[in-house]
């Protein structure tokens, strides 16, 4: 019902993550009774978007330009940040608490899903390391398998740079009521303790 | 970060139904992911959608015609289903099991909302009768405060045409276990009990 255009629009929202049918033709009733508000302006942005957004050359952020603002800013601090992706840049950028930039290595190590070092964006940082080096580097993976060893292997190959290299802390988040946690996060919060 | 047109769409997608600044973040990123195959299509699919869609000037549905394919398709019955939005008529539509036409009210009777008669697609329903008189008039008005109100208004508005009119049936859903019905439900469906 509706017509092919309606069925292929609900169709390519229904594939966006976390929505479904139901929440796709929600969205698609939405916007089509809020046309000139809704409708048009989402159909503007992304094509915006689409012609203005790139990937950082220098750091692999989104940006509408190349290097992006973080890279260009010379208030930026001579830190760099590994983060596994684009998303958890962002994550970062809304604690307000960082001002150094960022290297996006665009995934983890993970034997099971075959991705190698090749694969990230290494070389690319090893490369800035060389040319330009930082005052210290801080993996900022994520706290999961695949998200250690990608830590470990950088550590590893970082070592003959003399750059500091540092990880985040590990343990209870804020918020966090104990009995909710899992095992894992108390047993690494228990171990590194400090004097209250 | 990400640049001016970048917030912007993730604004937009924030707003939609269901959606927040965090999921819109994730679709953002996915779509920025496969330009090609999701965000180049998506902007495309809406200005298609934006250009053709139109609401139905007999039944009020949306539709890339008008009349809509319901309402010209010729081996649809001469009953008339009345509802109270367009994601209603899509749910029945869904079903596959009516074969006749619709009308779309725009909502229900509502003195909380200030929403009275001269607000829905009465006028038009009427008219509908007077100019082609169908078999039957069903009433799918949701089981609520206000949709009952409505049914009871139209059903007897109706009355003069001699048209039989009927109501959707209520009781236990496909697949509700008692215990978690509320007692409204039950005591209908004990209410309208059925010979086994």
Chains 1, 2 share one sequence.
């Not at 952020?61 to 590994?82: K, Q, T």
């Not at 996006?104 to 090893?126: F, K, N, T």
């Not at 580097?137 to 070592?159: C, N, Q, R, S």
């Amino acid at each position: 019902m509706g017509g092919p255009e309606l069925e292929r629009l609900i169709g390519l929202f229904a594939k966006l993550p976390g929505l479904g049918p139901r929440s796709a033709r929600r969205i698609v009733l939405k916007l089509l009774r809020e046309r000139e508000t809704r409708l048009l302006p989402l159909a503007e942005a992304l094509e915006a978007v689409a012609a203005s957004v790139r990937t950082c050359s220098v750091c692999g952020n989104l940006d509408s330009c190349d290097p992006c603002m973080i890279c260009v800013n010379p208030a930026r601090e001579r830190r760099i940040c590994v983060v596994e992706s684009v998303a958890d840049l962002w994550a970062l950028e809304r604690a307000l608490i960082y001002r150094g930039t960022y290297h996006v290595l665009g995934g983890s190590l993970s034997a099971l899903a075959g991705r190698g070092p090749e694969d990230l964006a290494i070389a690319s940082l090893l490369e800035r390391l060389e040319r330009d080096p930082p005052e210290e580097i801080i993996l900022a993976m994520p706290a999961t398998v695949d998200g250690a060893a990608t830590g470990h292997y950088l550590a590893e190959k970082l070592k003959r740079y003399g750059v500091p290299v540092s990880r985040l802390a590990q343990g209870v988040p804020m918020g966090g009521a104990l009995e909710v946690l899992d095992e894992g996060t108390l047993a690494t919060a228990l171990r590194a303790r400090r004097l209250a």
